[in-house]
């Protein structure tokens, strides 16, 4: 009898990581799916663009993405959806509502998950460049700090005076479960990009 109970356990246990990993394997390829999907959009309206524009270059269209982002160094980019719920972060890393726009003063928050789209953060160096392309232009930020924090440690979430940039997920990057701690890239707008005004600017979200 105690036999069956745990061989019965033990198929039950099978079966659960089963359905966890094709859930888990679902959202991944799906999660991929959709960041391709957004890059043919960005490269057709790209070639659009060039097209009407003639030498001049222009933005092209994101349609649901908020903004392109991108690791020169380590040959990696994302599109980075509105909103950082559960929804959207399947989707790819997401903007903080209510956080600032790239370019402008104040803290550009992004999130993403540490075991898909956020994981290459680990293989960020400090000085390395980050490049934000949304539909009001291209602005460059460079690394300055990288932290690892407690969640209570809320410091990267407030606003800043200056135009910085947060890239957060949690940490340990291959830790099984519920993730500890967070992983803070903190990166500050270069000096060429310069400033946009707030007021020539429309909220997104």
Same mark, same amino acid.
Request: proline content about 9%; overall charge positive.
């Given at each position: 009898m105690l036999g069956d109970r745990k061989k019965l356990l033990s198929l039950a246990l099978i079966v659960a990581g089963a359905t966890l990993l094709s859930l888990g394997a679902r959202e991944y390829i799906g999660s991929i799916w959709t960041q391709r999907e957004a890059a043919k959009r960005w490269e057709d309206s790209s070639r659009t663009a060039a097209t009407k524009a003639g030498t001049k270059q222009a933005v092209p269209d994101l349609g649901p993405a908020f903004?392109?982002?991108?690791?020169?160094?380590? !040959?990696?980019?994302?599109? &980075?959806?509105?909103? =950082?719920?559960? !929804? !959207?972060?399947?989707?790819g890393p997401g903007h903080m509502p209510g956080s600032a726009l790239p370019g402008m003063r104040g803290n550009v928050i992004i999130a993403g998950h540490r075991d898909t789209h956020?994981? =290459?953060l680990k293989d960020v160096h400090e000085g390395d460049e980050l490049l934000v392309e949304t539909r009001q232009g291209r602005f460059r930020y460079? &690394?300055?700090?990288?932290?690892i924090v407690k969640p209570t440690n809320t410091k990267a979430l407030q606003d800043t005076a !200056?135009? =910085?940039?947060?890239?957060?997920?949690?940490?340990?990057?291959y830790y099984l479960g519920s993730a500890p701690m967070r992983y803070i890239v903190e990166a500050h707008l270069a000096g060429d990009s310069g400033i946009v005004d707030a007021r020539a600017r429309k909220q997104v979200h």
């Open positions: 903004a392109r982002l991108s690791i020169p160094r380590l !040959e990696s980019s994302w599109f &980075v959806f509105p909103g =950082v719920g559960k !929804e !959207e972060l399947r989707l956020f994981r =290459v460079k &690394v300055a700090k990288i932290s !200056e135009p =910085v940039m947060n890239l957060i997920t949690c940490y340990p990057f």
